[in-house]
């Protein structure tokens, strides 16, 4: 099993630029998850899935983000437009019962 | 919803000593409690869990308890080593669902 893959790993972009994180979960796990990490805010969760269907988007910090999952086996989070303050480690992770997550993206807005 | 704390924030430990850390939750709805251990520019790793009809669980070096009475799970790390340095997260979930992170607490080894 080959985990909860991420890509970009990393991802430079300037201020106002669109950014696109993906993600593919573990197979046959139902639940998808997407976190923000900085260290004054700790691990965030922006939004989750289940069932490929959007279930929670509390946590999206506003309208810039946006999240899709079009099917079982990929997920994006996108920003657009891109600021500094976005500037932080996003983690994917999935679920079933048990979760795990991906190696996580680290985006700088400059 | 769901609402975890955990204690404390930063420890610090003598090589070898015991390491102790504790969560409270308020949903009693919630019966899965895992543990992740978070290095330095690494993604969390599930170390241990347990489910609310247990009431210890231990893996090696480390164990987890639960009260469901009082709403509190511990994380216990016995004989630690300088490897064990790193941010530990408890977590509170009914069975798969969203998940509920307490805050983090950094411990250092010191050898």
């Known amino acids: 099993d080959a985990g909860v893959i991420q890509s970009p790993r990393h991802e430079v972009t300037e201020m106002g630029q669109e950014v696109t994180l993906r993600c593919k979960p573990i197979s046959g796990h139902d639940y998808l998850f997407w976190y923000r990490q900085t260290m004054m805010r700790g691990l965030e969760l922006l939004i989750y899935f289940n069932n490929n269907v959007p279930i929670d988007d509390s946590g999206m910090p506003e309208d810039r983000f946006s999240a899709k999952m079009p099917n079982a086996s990929f997920s994006t989070l996108k920003i657009q437009p891109s600021e500094p303050r976005d500037s932080a480690v996003y983690f994917c992770a999935s679920s079933r019962q048990k979760q795990y997550f991906g190696p996580g993206t680290r985006l700088t807005v400059l | 919803g769901e609402n975890v704390e955990q204690h404390p924030s930063t420890l610090s430990v003598q090589e070898g000593d015991s390491a102790v850390i504790k969560c409270t939750y308020s949903d009693s709805a919630s019966n899965y409690f895992p543990w992740y251990k978070q290095e330095l520019g690494k993604r969390p790793q599930l170390i241990i869990d347990?489910?609310?009809?247990?009431g210890e669980k231990k893996d090696q070096r480390i164990a987890v308890t639960l009260n469901k009475t009082a709403k509190h799970f511990s994380l216990h790390i016995t004989e630690t080593q300088p490897e064990d340095s790193a941010v530990y997260f408890c977590a509170a979930s009914i069975t798969g669902n969203q998940f509920y992170f307490g805050t983090g607490t950094s411990l250092t080894v010191i050898p």
């Open positions: 347990i489910r609310s009809n247990v």
